[in-house]
């Protein structure tokens, strides 16, 4: 079956929820404004593409491919990123609500978070190798037995994380969030 090939279309204020966004391959497109909430993308491609002001919460994504792709101020709540496909995987986040969602395994590195909210995300084993979390709040983020070498925290909040469960060699920390490194450790610091 020949999978739609879609370059450089513009796709604005369209409820993919009552007209379903056609299963193919994207590249260098751009979706402002669009309804996706809890669709069915799987098995889609999206390179360099970008989402603005999108909300994609709840969309099953199996072996959906992710490459170059940037999300800014889209609600992506409640999102399976580990189902997508390992293949080029590559995708920033600005702005956006990445709540509930999971990077289970995933391999990310130099990820940007960039003003996001992540509570209550799943990174456990993922690779952030080199990550930007730049103000982005990670309150109930899990973070268990995660490559976060050189991973830039020095700008997020609400995180903890354990030394001893996670790689941390070179990450970046300010002195204001070391309290979510020695949480674990029931030590009072002032």
């Known amino acids: ?15 993919f929820t009552k007209s379903r966004l056609t299963k193919g391959h994207y590249e260098a497109c751009n979706f402002t404004q669009c309804q996706f909430s809890g ?3 799987s098995g889609f491609n999206f390179t360099d593409c970008v989402f603005s002001e999108c909300n994609l919460s709840l969309c099953k994504l199996i072996q959906t491919t992710l490459n170059e792709v940037k999300f800014k101020d889209c609600k992506l709540i409640g999102l399976h990123f580990s189902d997508c496909s390992d ?22 590195k130099l990820t940007s978070f960039e003003l996001c909210s992540i ?12 990550a930007f979390f730049e103000n982005a709040d990670l309150q109930g983020a899990l973070f268990e037995h995660s490559l976060l070498n050189k991973v830039d925290f020095r700008n997020a909040k ?11 060699k070179k990450a970046r920390f300010s002195i204001n969030g070391i309290e979510g490194l020695l949480n674990k450790y029931d030590i009072i610091i002032e």
């Open 39 to 41: 669709s069915d993308l």
């Open 119 to 130: 509570k209550n995300v799943d990174f456990t084993e993922a690779d952030l190798t080199g």
């Open 158 to 168: 609400n995180y903890q994380i354990n030394p001893e469960m996670n790689q941390l």
């Open 1 to 15: 079956m020949d999978l739609n090939y879609t370059v450089e279309k513009e796709f604005e204020k369209i409820d």
């Open 87 to 108: 293949f080029l995987f590559r995708v920033i986040f600005i702005n956006c609500q990445l709540d509930h969602s999971s990077f289970y395994k995933r391999k990310m």
